[in-house]
């Protein structure tokens, strides 16, 4: 099935650091939803965006739905040992499907 | 006070066995959704269901099937269980048109 072109797969990154996370497509959504899943949990909404070019912030995190509506990232800045997870991009269609990314692995290094 | 809550967290089954696994949502949602999440993480939708429709993802096998007693349960019946279908199966739920939210998964291992 479709599936969304989000990178990077993983990311090792020492506490403190900025992080940077994005999602592409070859179709254009109405809605991006960034989720993040812990271990032996289910994805957990995060951020929410409904708007071309609508940036929107949840602590550390921000997200952006970009502009041609076929992108969004996602930032977390100053990381710490919780932001540990898969993160996942998806983007909404007309018809109110959900079309995902294939995750980004956030490894804190030791 | 759980939103989605789906039973059991887990499943351990012979090849060739039928299983259910349950969920509910006590969100008032119109829509509910099956996942299959493999061991590469892919989140893979299943079905989704309003008192409706019945939308199937046609790479879904037959042996697969959701069944809603009522507008807040949305059971996923499995027959004749393969080796392939091992993984965690997550429900979610959402308002028309609106972001999912998701139970904790069940992770279904086939023996």
């Known amino acids: 099935g479709q599936q969304l072109n989000q990178s990077p797969q993983s990311m090792f990154i020492q506490e403190g650091e900025d992080v940077s996370m994005n999602c592409t497509s070859s179709?254009?959504?109405?809605?991006w939803l960034w989720y993040k899943q812990d271990p032996g949990e289910g994805p957990v909404l995060l951020i929410a965006?409904?708007?071309a070019g609508e940036l929107t912030s949840n602590g550390r995190l921000t997200a952006q739905f970009g502009i041609t509506r076929k992108d969004s990232f996602l930032n977390i800045s100053a990381s710490i040992p919780s932001d540990v997870g898969i993160y996942f991009c998806?983007?909404?269609?007309?018809?109110?499907?959900?079309?995902w990314g294939a995750g980004t692995k956030l490894i804190i290094k030791p | 006070d759980t939103a989605v809550s789906q039973t059991p967290k887990y499943l351990v089954t012979q090849m060739g066995n039928d299983k259910s696994i349950k969920c509910e949502q006590n969100?008032?949602?119109?829509?509910m959704y099956w996942y299959k999440q493999d061991s590469k993480k892919f989140l893979k939708i299943m079905f989704s269901?309003?008192?409706?429709?019945?939308?199937i993802n046609e790479t879904v096998p037959n042996r697969f099937s959701p069944k809603s007693p009522d507008k807040a349960h949305l059971n996923l019946h499995i027959n004749s269980l393969e080796l392939g279908d091992s993984a965690v199966y997550f429900c979610?739920?959402?308002?028309?048109?609106?972001?999912?939210?998701f139970g904790q998964g069940t992770r279904l291992t086939v023996v």
């Open positions: 979610a739920s959402s308002p028309a048109g609106a972001e999912a939210f």
């Open positions: 969100l008032g949602h119109d829509t």
């Open positions: 269901y309003n008192n409706k429709e019945l939308i």
């Open positions: 179709s254009i959504f109405n809605t």
């Open positions: 965006l409904y708007k």
């Open positions: 998806a983007g909404q269609t007309d018809n109110y499907q959900l079309i």
